[in-house]
Every structure is written in C-alpha cells, then in structure tokens.
C-alpha cells in the first residue's frame, strides 16, 4: 500500500460507511445532499479509456476490406465484401457496409483504423494470445495486465478506476495489484444482503464490525468494497436506460456498452472499461453480406458502438474506445466458407483524441497461399501506447514495459 | 464484553491450535465430522498418517459420483466423436468433469490426497476447457491422482507423456525436422528447474529429446511413438548428456526426466511451491532448504517431504496465513452447512449450479489458462469483485436459497442444539461447528448487530430467529475474515 491511499482509507469513518449504507437503503429519504457528499469523496478520471475485446479472433479484412489488392478477391472467392458496397472508402480501403451506424463518427473525424496490426510474433492459440496481447509484458512471470499498471501510474487505489463489464472472469488486461470491480450490472454490485428488508444497515455495520481490524491482502480488499458500494451511489442514481434517444441494438455487447454509458454518466472516477464480445471464431460460415456469422455479428457492433457515443452525449468528450482481438484470420477462405487462425488484423480507435476519418498502418500486401497470414508491419502495443500518451499524461514504458515505438502513427492528437 | 461463560454442558469440542491448522490446510473444510474422525485417530498428527495411505481410506460416497455424469466414462476417440455429433460437446464434458471435481472434494474421505492431487494438477496445468485436448483430459488427472502422494518422478514421467500434456504444448505435432518447443520450454521453466536455470540451448535440447511422443489427433486419439519423428544425435540438458542415438527417443526421454527430477532446482521449485500453498507466501528459505532436502534424500517421494512441512516450526506459526481459493471457498461452504447434494437432475441442480457458484468467484476449477497453474497467493484471490462474489454465495447458501433443487439444507431450527438457548451460546455453538473455534468478542457483537438480537436473549423455537433471522446469522458466520483463510 502506498503512502497517498492510506488517508484515504484513514478517512473511511464508520460514520463515512454509515452514510454510504444510508444511502444505499433509503436514499429517497435523504435526497441530493449526500449525493452529493458521496459523489465529491469519489475520484475524477484523468479520462477514460474502454477496451472492447472482440473475443475469438475477429477478421480484419472484412470488418476493413483492402479493396485495392486484388489478392483479397482472388483468395476469398465466396466471402469477399465487394467492392461497391463499401463504407468511408478510400483508394485502397473501405468499411464493411454494417458499420453503418458508425459512419456520422468516421465522418466527423472521431473514428479511426489501424491495418495489419497484432503481436510481433504470430500466436495461433486463442487463450495463449489473449494472454500475451493482454499482459503485454514479454518475458515477465508476473501476470499483472497493461491496464491494471495503467491504473498503477497514479497514487489513487480507488476500486473504482477499473470497471471490468460482464462479471466473472476478469481479463487478463485488468489482473494486477491495482483493485477494480467486475459485473454484469452495476446493480449486481452490492454486499448480497444490504437490501430493503434491512432499513438499518445491520448487515454492512455486522460486515465492519467483522472486518474493521482484518489485516492485509483481504481486509484491504473488503475495505474497497465498502468504499466501492459507497462511492458507486452517484452511479445506481443515473437512469439505466440510454439518453438521447441512443439505441444500442439488442445484443450482448450493446448492453454491456449500456453498462459502460451509466458507470461513465455517474462519474465517480472510473478511467478503464473493459468489453469482451464474441464469439467471432468463424472456421466455418462467415458467409456474405446477405447471410452468415459475420455480417450478423458486424451489424451488433456497429449499433452497440453508436449507441454508446450516442448515449454518453457531451461525457464522451473525454472518452476514448479502442476496439481489438487477439489476432486475425487468414487471407485464404477455406472449405468451409470460413477462415482459420491468421496473424495480422485491424484495430479500430474511436471517440476523444483521435485523429479520424482515415485508415492508418503500413500495408504488406496479401499473399493467396493457402497459409498466407496478413502480415503484421504495426506492433498493437503501438496503437495503445499512443492511446495511453495522448489521454493519460504517462510514460507509456511503466505501461509497456520494453516496449519502444519506432515512428508515431500520428493517431492521437495530444490532449 | 465477554464471551459466554464457561459451560460443561454441550459445548461443541473443537480441534486445538496444531490439530486444526494441519487439518484445516490439509482438507477441503473442517467440519465437526472430520474432528471426530481426527480424534478417533489419536490426533492431527496419527490422523494425517493415515490420510497418507489413501488406499487404505474406505471412499463410498466418491465412488457413486462417477454415474452422475455418464459422460465421463468416455475418453479419446469416444469423446471426440460424441462432441463432433453434439451428443456432448467437449465443453460441456469438461463442465462435468470440474463438477465432479468439486463433489469429489466435498464428499471424499481422502482429503488430503484429494488436496495433493489439485496441488498437482495446478503443477503440471493442463486446462480443462480446451480443445482438442479436453478428450483426454480426465484420464490426465486420474493419472495424477493415483501419483499424487508418490514420488514425483513417477509422476512427472506419467504427465510430461500423458496425450493430454503432449497435445496442449504441442507436442504431438513435433518433427524432427522443426522440433516445436512449447513443451520443452514449460517442462523446465514450469515443471522442473524453473525459470532462470536453463539456458535457450538446454530447450532446444530438450525439445529435440521430446519428439516422438505423439498423438493420433483426430482419428484415433491414441498416443503413439513416432520413431520417423524423433530428431537423433548427441544432446546436452544442463549437466545431463547423451548420445541419443537411437530412432526410439522414448528411454532417452525417461533418462532425462529421471535427471531432472531429481535435480537439486526442481527440489528447491517442488520444496518452495509446497511451502507457499501450505505455509506461507513468502516461505523462510530455510524451510525450502530443508524440504529440498527431505525430497531430494528420499528419491523425490513426496510423502516425507509432506511430514517434514507439516512438522516444521514454520507451518506451525503460520495460522490464518492463507487465503481460499475461489473453489476452496465455495466447496468449503457446502461442507460448513452440512448441505447433502444429490444426483442432479436438471440445470439447477446443486450439482450442476456448483460450477457457476465457483465461476462467479473469479476461477472455475482446473480451467487456469496458462501452463503455469493457478496462483497460489493470496493476493490474487483477494479482490472487491471476489469478496462481494463470496458474499453473495454465502448468502444464498446461509439461507439455502440457490442453488436449491436437488440439495438439502439443515432447518434453521436444527442449528441450536436445544431449547431455550441464550443467544450468545448459540453463536458459540455455531461458530465452533462452522468456522471450528469458539466465538470471539468480535464475531459475537457483529452476530448480535446482523441480527439485532441482545447477547443474553433466550432462543425458543417459536422466536423471530427460528422463524426468519437464521440467514443472516448462518452469513455473518460465513463471512467472518476467518472462513475466507483455511
């Protein structure tokens, strides 16, 4: 623990918990008033930075189609988006016509793509890639993921800066020393038990009592909690339902995204989101434009994405989403109207800071071979370490450790 | 404020200090039960003799698992074929594998073998949720299982050339001309030496040792020796040599594994990671020493290295110094509240509801991603998400709420032992049958606020307690810092 949360814990009063517990009860009882209490003793983001995980390796030549390298219509005969029906072309690339919804933000200059992205060495397993992608510190034992020591470049040990959406198994990104919270929901988060049947908070009071002395790693953690259930309370008070008139299409990542807009909305502090959406393994019907896997699941993300922006209003000044998988597939469809594991992929960077409206990378050109990767010429690590300068004021290398960009990509505009 | 006063009169005995430390860290979850069985035995130290001889344990109520989940009765080919024709998906098999994991360490009388047999598991990780290799991946802990209180030797030969081990690191698509190095790498980094004490040739070596030892992937499924696959010539591990000069690599393969288990940086890997899952995170280098020791003069048997821990002044002083896993704590929970689970017979069975509890905590059992098995400090399972997720458990278990379907819970007024009883007796009495000691000052004010009932008020089968407030207390218990260490 370091010096500057001690106080921080040091000022969790009893009387500061009574409050929160209060609150959390019956807070129609006591108004604005110790909302606003509770929402001033809560953090403010330096901004805020939301990782949606396209899980089970997305392909990135549909999702962002080379129209311009005839090998892409040679090698995907069946599968390929044609030409014509492209989105934000340009004379070498276009947009999957059901990113729709995202082309006012292409347009507009907030959303941006980087090409033949990934790992610097190609990692044909799912699990093992997430890992690698996620932890992005080759060559450490110590699995502490490039979010969680994001979160470590400041003195601040609030639970509340890392929001893991979807519960469960944290990502690896997120794992480390830093405290943050997962959940489906951010009404899920709650000590089970301090509900309406208990007016007087005799659960939480019982817990502190419990845990007050508790020492080390978990009485630390059982004090986030209780800082966690307090300092949420601005959050559970923001509607859950989308402003705006946003619609986020009726799938997974949209309400996952949903959970995201009203955590952000609250405004308590919290500056990493993490979004896992899948399954985009598609070995066998990635199919056209008309039908199969891709096209459908294309469709979810562009509506969940647009929703969110449009949603969060003028709160997504200071929001930025980088969207990535954990490698791409390769060039040649296969037999099955699919495409197995390749390398190179596409990633796209939306929202504040971004340099938008065009397509960034070094293309490599294809090759049809019936193992032909798409070969990787941008470290991913590249694109996040620009995310993470321009919004977070930090030394990308305590992020990324051994890491060095050769040349900016010019992505992000300094804030 | 006092605890109740000294009472002859049924008063629940509990393990003392020594007794209940080794059984604690030893097992899956103290339970009045396993005190009596402790006590019949002559005491922890008797009794932990006798738990290492599993053979001799009679183990009914664990055999009967098995027809649970017919599906486990099939491996390899049969496996793979009912996941390619959705008669049971691989995932779904292995779902049922992790299930029948955690029934086996609630209901089993061997709990120390059983406690050794997921240490190794963890070792020598093979995840339960992957593909292809999820076809052998039961037979791959029953092999650890019947070595797991043996000598390591034997077992490292068994997992480094089981199919499931060999499919994973990719062993079984190494050739001879492109010797893939996945499993050699872990082999030293993970399972024997460790990290530091290789160099990338004693790899390359070891990888070139290993080719051979094939899978029959997609046909068969059976493991083979390849002998047109296995690179020859002379090679070199660290200070283990030969000619390898033969087209069977399978005894060069034994000779080398034979080498590095008995390799004083394996003892001292073995000795520090027994050390921090049943001492202490940061274990004396004295104690490691000596348990490096223990294993290394007795031909890497890991029994005596177990006497040896469990005797040391470390482990003695180490209390409460040990956090739960995710599992550890769901399964403990069960066997605290006296839960009789049955066979399932739909989605919301216990049986099944099980795995979800445990997922909910952040790690589904066996399913650790990476080959270098679940962490085994504390502060990896010491986060806001997994407390409130163990709350949440605790308190739909306390009040027998979920998962409810094909479990039997205890009454609420079968948890006082007779009536009237004053209340601060009654916490007594439940935290000596759940958490295994006697109520503290603290545990007994926190249970008098949950409940808002006064120390000394009498308990009658007809008071709001009976009849509505046994939830609350049985998760204050439960959630008590002592339950979340073992």
């Known amino acids: 623990m370091t010096d500057s949360c001690c106080p921080e814990y040091a000022a969790m009063t009893r009387r500061g918990l009574f409050t929160g517990v209060a609150l959390a009860g019956t807070s129609t009882l006591f108004g604005s008033t110790l909302l606003t209490t509770a929402a001033s003793a809560a953090g403010v983001a330096r901004s805020v930075l939301v990782v949606v995980s396209l899980r089970g390796a997305a392909d990135g030549l549909s999702l962002v189609v080379p129209h311009a390298d005839p090998v892409y219509y040679s090698a995907r005969p069946r599968i390929a988006v044609p030409s014509s029906a492209l989105l934000a072309k340009d004379g070498f690339f276009g947009l999957h016509p059901d990113l729709r919804p995202l082309l006012p933000l292409w347009q507009a200059g907030r959303m941006a793509a980087v090409h033949a992205t990934g790992l610097p060495v190609a990692n044909r397993s799912h699990f093992a890639a997430m890992e690698e992608v996620e932890d992005a510190d080759p060559g450490s034992s110590a699995r502490v993921g490039w979010l969680n020591r994001l979160l470590g470049t400041d003195g601040d040990r609030s639970p509340l800066q890392g929001f893991a959406v979807g519960g469960g198994v944290a990502p690896t990104s997120l794992l480390g020393p830093e405290p943050f919270l997962a959940a489906d929901d951010v009404d899920d988060l709650r000590i089970a038990g301090d509900d309406e049947w208990d007016p007087q908070g005799r659960r939480v009071r019982s817990l502190q009592t419990m845990w007050d002395g508790a020492p080390a790693e978990l009485g630390g953690a059982m004090r986030s909690v209780f800082r966690a259930i307090r300092d949420l309370q601005p959050v559970r008070q923001t509607p859950a339902g989308p402003a705006n008139g946003a619609s986020y299409g009726s799938s997974d990542l949209g309400r996952a995204l949903q959970t995201a807009a009203r955590v952000i909305k609250g405004n308590v502090g919290v500056e990493v989101l993490t979004v896992d959406h899948g399954d985009w393994d598609m070995h066998t019907n990635v199919g056209t434009l008309e039908w199969g896997r891709m096209q459908n699941l294309t469709k979810q993300l562009g509506s969940a994405l647009a929703g969110f922006f449009t949603d969060l209003g003028s709160h997504g000044d200071n929001?930025?989403?980088?969207?990535?998988?954990?490698?791409?597939?390769?060039?040649?469809?296969?037999?099955?109207?699919?495409?197995?594991?390749?390398?190179?992929?596409?990633?796209?960077?939306?929202?504040?800071?971004?340099?938008?409206?065009?397509?960034?990378?070094?293309?490599?050109?294809?090759?049809?071979?019936?193992?032909?990767?798409?070969?990787?010429?941008?470290?991913?690590?590249?694109?996040?370490?620009?995310?993470?300068?321009?919004?977070?004021d930090v030394s990308t290398a305590s992020v990324f450790p051994g890491y060095t960009q050769a040349e900016s990509l010019g992505l992000m505009r300094s804030s | 404020m006092t605890v109740a006063p000294q009472a002859s009169r049924a008063r629940r005995r509990v393990l003392g200090g020594y007794s209940r430390l080794v059984v604690s860290r030893f097992t899956y979850g103290l339970t009045p039960g396993l005190a009596k069985q402790v006590r019949s035995r002559g005491g922890a130290t008797d009794w932990f003799e006798w738990q290492l001889q599993p053979e001799k344990i009679r183990d009914r109520g664990v055999a009967d698992l098995a027809g649970w989940w017919p599906g486990l009765a099939f491996s390899g080919a049969d496996a793979w074929n009912r996941h390619v024709s959705e008669v049971q998906p691989g995932w779904t098999l292995m779902f049922d594998y992790q299930r029948w994991l955690l029934l086996r360490r609630i209901k089993t009388r061997r709990q120390v073998h059983e406690v050794m047999t997921e240490?190794?598991?963890?070792?020598?990780?093979?995840?339960?949720?992957?593909?292809?290799?999820?076809?052998?991946?039961?037979?791959?802990?029953?092999?650890?299982?019947?070595?797991?209180?043996?000598?390591?030797?034997?077992?490292?030969?068994?997992?480094?050339?089981?199919?499931?081990?060999?499919?994973?690191?990719?062993?079984?698509?190494?050739?001879?001309?492109?010797?893939?190095?996945?499993?050699?790498?872990?082999?030293?980094?993970?399972?024997?030496?460790?990290?530091?004490?290789?160099?990338?040739?004693?790899?390359?070596?070891?990888?070139?040792?290993?080719?051979?030892?094939?899978?029959?992937?997609?046909?068969?499924?059976?493991?083979?020796?390849?002998?047109?696959?296995?690179?020859?010539?002379?090679?070199?591990?660290?200070?283990?040599?030969?000619?390898?000069?033969?087209?069977?690599?399978?005894?060069?393969t034994r000779r080398l594994l034979t080498y590095l288990a008995h390799h004083p940086a394996t003892a001292e890997r073995i000795a520090h990671r027994l050390a921090v899952k049943f001492v202490r995170d940061d274990p004396p280098a004295g104690l490691v020493d000596r348990l490096a020791r223990v294993y290394l003069d007795n031909d890497t048997a890991i029994r005596p290295v177990l006497r040896a821990l469990v005797d040391s002044p470390e482990f003695r002083g180490s209390k409460g110094s040990k956090v739960r896993t995710p599992s550890e704590d769901v399964v403990a929970t069960y066997r605290a509240l006296g839960v009789k689970v049955k066979r399932p017979t739909g989605d919301k069975s216990a049986a099944h509801a099980i795995l979800w509890q445990t997922g909910s905590l952040g790690a589904f059992p066996q399913a650790w991603p990476r080959p270098d098995g679940l962490p085994l400090t504390n502060q990896a399972w010491s986060s806001p998400a997994r407390m409130m997720a163990s709350m949440q458990v605790h308190w739909a278990m306390g009040g027998g709420w979920w998962p409810k379907e094909d479990a039997r819970y205890r009454r609420p007024a079968a948890w006082v032992p007779r009536y009237p009883m004053r209340?601060?007796?009654?916490v007594d009495h439940l935290s000596r049958t759940i958490l295994h000691q006697p109520a503290t000052p603290v545990l007994l004010q926190a249970c008098c606020e949950a409940t808002e009932i006064g120390k000394r008020e009498r308990i009658t089968r007809d008071h709001a307690l009976i009849r509505w407030g046994m939830p609350r207390l049985l998760a204050t218990i439960l959630d008590s810092p002592t339950f979340y260490t073992r």
């Open chain 2, 119 to 252: 240490f190794w598991e963890h070792h020598l990780n093979v995840p339960a949720n992957g593909e292809p290799f999820f076809v052998h991946r039961k037979d791959y802990g029953d092999t650890i299982r019947s070595h797991a209180l043996g000598r390591f030797e034997d077992l490292l030969q068994a997992a480094i050339t089981h199919p499931a081990m060999l499919m994973y690191l990719d062993q079984a698509v190494s050739t001879a001309k492109h010797p893939n190095e996945n499993l050699a790498r872990e082999m030293l980094e993970l399972h024997t030496v460790g990290r530091k004490n290789h160099t990338e040739d004693d790899v390359k070596n070891t990888a070139r040792i290993l080719t051979g030892w094939r899978v029959d992937q997609f046909k068969t499924w059976e493991p083979f020796y390849d002998q047109a696959a296995h690179a020859t010539g002379p090679v070199r591990v660290l200070g283990f040599s030969d000619p390898n000069a033969s087209p069977d690599g399978r005894a060069v």
């Open chain 2, 423 to 426: 209340f601060d007796r009654l």
């Open chain 1, 319 to 392: 929001v930025t989403v980088v969207v990535l998988s954990e490698f791409g597939r390769r060039v040649k469809e296969n037999a099955n109207v699919g495409l197995d594991h390749g390398h190179g992929n596409v990633m796209f960077v939306l929202g504040a800071g971004v340099r938008g409206g065009q397509y960034y990378g070094t293309w490599p050109g294809l090759s049809g071979q019936l193992d032909s990767d798409l070969v990787v010429t941008t470290d991913y690590r590249a694109v996040l370490s620009e995310v993470v300068a321009a919004r977070f």
